[in-house]
Structure formats: structure tokens, C-alpha cells
């Protein structure tokens, strides 16, 4: 049988749950991405003592747990346990409504002994998982309107619960996914098309309707359209100025200006690249966005090669929302989208980010 064919069959004949070596490129790019984030976070420790770094080092530490996990993991464990998946995925993100605890205008976070956890960051793994085996279950059916129409039911209850949160740069993470996912699986492009139409209407409805978005969240939209550098425009205001204090070669390691003056808030966070632009100068973004290219290549390579298509979809679900933070991080700091609180990859400082990373590292690493 074809590989082609065999990919389109929920579980390969005679698993035994044995896998080949893990790709080396894979596990090596996405450690040089951690030792780059722990990097400017010394760096941004070494100006005000905030401590990231220690932190951080051990949150990478912790999050060899979720690695190791879903490496051992078969597959085709999280295929047959998918509803199982989902009921947990809605469950936590249920309980952040109700226990969760907020900060800065946001309900995100649940409490689990001295660390604060982030469900709606564990739920684009989940949703990954979940609809590629939505899709693997009905792949014989993938091109009628019905099962589209179904895996967007599949998508919904996740998403206003996030959106309840509020926290729109999650929201946008899973219509990614879903979107990532149904291409590979084969739906139909003319279905896309109406989604399209149907999109641009309810934006406009949503953005025109009183109290469904927040105040802050309007601004961040207004001030990418007319940027006011005292502001709402203030962080990509100074994001540019320190990415472009950095020119070729950076300022140095350690003598960012910008950094050390706190001109930059979230600069941990959303806008870390600003630390690596200052001090690395185009050089150190360069070597930054190329071995984001060396992990994305790998990542690719698994969905490419994977063996059947609940791992193939899956494999792309994860790839796509890697992908999609870092593009429109990216975007961030350099101004040429609005700020919606996504961080980069491997690089940012927070538990839940990094060990989404390192879980999704691990799955790539079981499929592969």
C-alpha cells in the first residue's frame, strides 16, 4: 500500500507502537530557541532584577514533564481518547470562568499551588488533537458541507469560552487551527470562500455591536490603524526604535538602551524580540529567524511523512499554530499588526506558553 494511502487511514495496520529515532534537527532547533529565550531574559534581568530568568529556567526544566509524556505516548492513544480531550479541554477552561484568577482586566489563569496555569494556552494542543480526529473519523465524508459545518460546532464551544476570557489573540490561535487543519483534510476551497464573506459580516457586526468588545481591545485595533507613539501606540512605538537602535550588529549583549531604561512593557512577553533586535542587531534576528526555519522545516517534515491522518492533522494542527504566534509576533513588533498578546515560540517568558511548546515538541517527536 502507497504511503499516500495508507496516510488516509485513522491507524496504520500492525502499530506496535514502536517508533523511529527521533529527528535530531527537530529537538536541537527547538533548544536553541529556549537558550535564545533564556538569553534575553538574562539580559533583561541583568537591567531591573526581575528575576525572569531564574524563573524561567526552571519552568523549562518543569516542562521536560509534558515533553517526555506526549514523546512515550502512542498516537493513537489521543485518537481513541479524543472525546475524553475535548470534555477536558471545555472543563478547565469552564473552571476559568469560575475559580480563575484575573489580572489586568483578564480572567486566564487556575491556580495549581504556588504556579499559575494557563488553560486557554493547553487548549490549542487539545483542539489540535481533537479535531484531527474529527476529520480521521470521517475522511471519507471530508468534502461535504455537513462535516465542515460539524468541525466548526467542534470549534465553537472552545472558542467562546476563550473569548469570554477575554483573550482574542487565543480565539485567533484556534480559528487557525481549524482553518490549518480543514485544508489539510481535504474541505473544499469554495467553503472557505463563504467563511470569508461570513467573516468580514460578523467582524463588522461584532465591532459595531456595544459591549462585546473591550475597551482596550478597540484601542489596540484603532492605534495599529492611526498610532499614537504616547498612547496606544507606545509599545510598538519603541519596539521599532529599539529593533532599529540595533542596526547591523547590536548594540552589544547586556547594553541594550531601550531595554534598560523599561521603555518597553511586556518586553519578557509580546515583545522579547525587541531584546534579541537591540542587542543582536539584524544579525541576531536573522540567526533567530533561521533556526525558526530549521524547526518549522522539521515540524513540516513530520506532518509531510507522517504515517496516518489523524497524525498528519494533527502534526499540521501543531505546526499551524506554532506558526501563526510566531508570524504574528513577529508582526507585533514590527508594527504591522495590532497588539493581540502572542508570544513567540520557545522564547517568551511564561510556564503555559513553554510548556505548550515542549508538549507540542513532544508530539512531533512521538509522530516522527
Known amino acids: 500500500m502507497s504511503r499516500s494511502v495508507?496516510?488516509?487511514?485513522?491507524?496504520?495496520?500492525?502499530?506496535?507502537?514502536?517508533r523511529p529515532a527521533v529527528d535530531p534537527w527537530l529537538i536541537i532547533s527547538a533548544a536553541i530557541l529556549v537558550v535564545i529565550g533564556l538569553t534575553a531574559l538574562f539580559s533583561i534581568d541583568d537591567a531591573g532584577s526581575s528575576g525572569f530568568f531564574p524563573r524561567q529556567l526552571i519552568l523549562a526544566t518543569i516542562g521536560l514533564i509534558p515533553f517526555f509524556v506526549f514523546w512515550r505516548v502512542n498516537p493513537a492513544v489521543w485518537h481513541k481518547a479524543s472525546w475524553i480531550l475535548y470534555a477536558v479541554n471545555l472543563l478547565l477552561l469552564m473552571?476559568?470562568?469560575?475559580?480563575?484568577?484575573?489580572?489586568g482586566g483578564s480572567q486566564r489563569w487556575l491556580g495549581i499551588g504556588p504556579i499559575q496555569f494557563q488553560p486557554s494556552e493547553l487548549s490549542k494542543l487539545l483542539l489540535a488533537l481533537t479535531l484531527a480526529s474529527f476529520y480521521a473519523n470521517r475522511f471519507e465524508s471530508v468534502k461535504k458541507l455537513w462535516v465542515f459545518a460539524l468541525s466548526f460546532l467542534h470549534v465553537l464551544p472552545p472558542m467562546l469560552l476563550v473569548f469570554k476570557q477575554p483573550h482574542l489573540g487565543g480565539v485567533m490561535t484556534l480559528i487557525a487551527i481549524w482553518l490549518i487543519?480543514?485544508?489539510?483534510?481535504?474541505?473544499?476551497?469554495?467553503y472557505f470562500v463563504v467563511l470569508f464573506v461570513g467573516s468580514i459580516t460578523l467582524g463588522l457586526v461584532t465591532w459595531n455591536a456595544p459591549g462585546v468588545l473591550m475597551d482596550?481591545?478597540?484601542?489596540?485595533?484603532?492605534?495599529?490603524?492611526?498610532?499614537?507613539?504616547?498612547?496606544?501606540?507606545?509599545?510598538?512605538?519603541?519596539?521599532?526604535?529599539?529593533?532599529?537602535?540595533?542596526?547591523?550588529?547590536?548594540?552589544?549583549?547586556?547594553?541594550?538602551?531601550?531595554?534598560?531604561?523599561?521603555?518597553?512593557?511586556?518586553q519578557q512577553t509580546d515583545f522579547i524580540l525587541t531584546v534579541i533586535g537591540e542587542e543582536g542587531g539584524?544579525?541576531?534576528?536573522?540567526?533567530?529567524?533561521s533556526v525558526f526555519g530549521l524547526f518549522f522545516y522539521s515540524a513540516w517534515r513530520v506532518a509531510f511523512?507522517?504515517?496516518?491522518?489523524?497524525?498528519?492533522?494533527?502534526?499540521?494542527?501543531v505546526l499551524g499554530y506554532l506558526v501563526f504566534h510566531t508570524f504574528v509576533n513577529l508582526g507585533m513588533?514590527?508594527?504591522?499588526?495590532?497588539?493581540?498578546?502572542?508570544?513567540l515560540?520557545?522564547?517568551?517568558?511564561?510556564?503555559?506558553?513553554?510548556?505548550?511548546?515542549?508538549?507540542?515538541?513532544?508530539?512531533?517527536?512521538?509522530?516522527?
Request: hydrophobic share 45%; with cysteine; glycine share 14%.
Open 6 to 18: 495508507e496516510a488516509r487511514r485513522p491507524f496504520a495496520p500492525g502499530d506496535t507502537g514502536l
Open 95 to 103: 473552571a476559568v470562568l469560575v475559580i480563575g484568577a484575573s489580572s
Open 181 to 190: 487543519i480543514s485544508i489539510v483534510a481535504g474541505v473544499p476551497w469554495k
Open 216 to 266: 482596550y481591545q478597540r484601542e489596540r485595533v484603532i492605534g495599529f490603524i492611526r498610532p499614537d507613539p504616547q498612547v496606544s501606540g507606545y509599545q510598538q512605538h519603541r519596539a521599532l526604535i529599539a529593533i532599529a537602535g540595533g542596526k547591523v550588529t547590536g548594540e552589544g549583549y547586556l547594553r541594550g538602551g531601550q531595554k534598560a531604561g523599561g521603555y518597553i512593557p511586556e
Open 282 to 289: 539584524l544579525i541576531g534576528c536573522l540567526i533567530t529567524l
Open 305 to 317: 511523512l507522517a504515517p496516518t491522518l489523524f497524525t498528519r492533522l494533527a502534526a499540521s494542527g
Open 333 to 343: 513588533n514590527l508594527a504591522l499588526m495590532p497588539v493581540v498578546g502572542l508570544w
Open 345 to 368: 515560540p520557545f522564547i517568551s517568558y511564561g510556564g503555559s506558553a513553554l510548556w505548550l511548546c515542549m508538549a507540542s515538541l513532544g508530539l512531533l517527536a512521538s509522530i516522527r
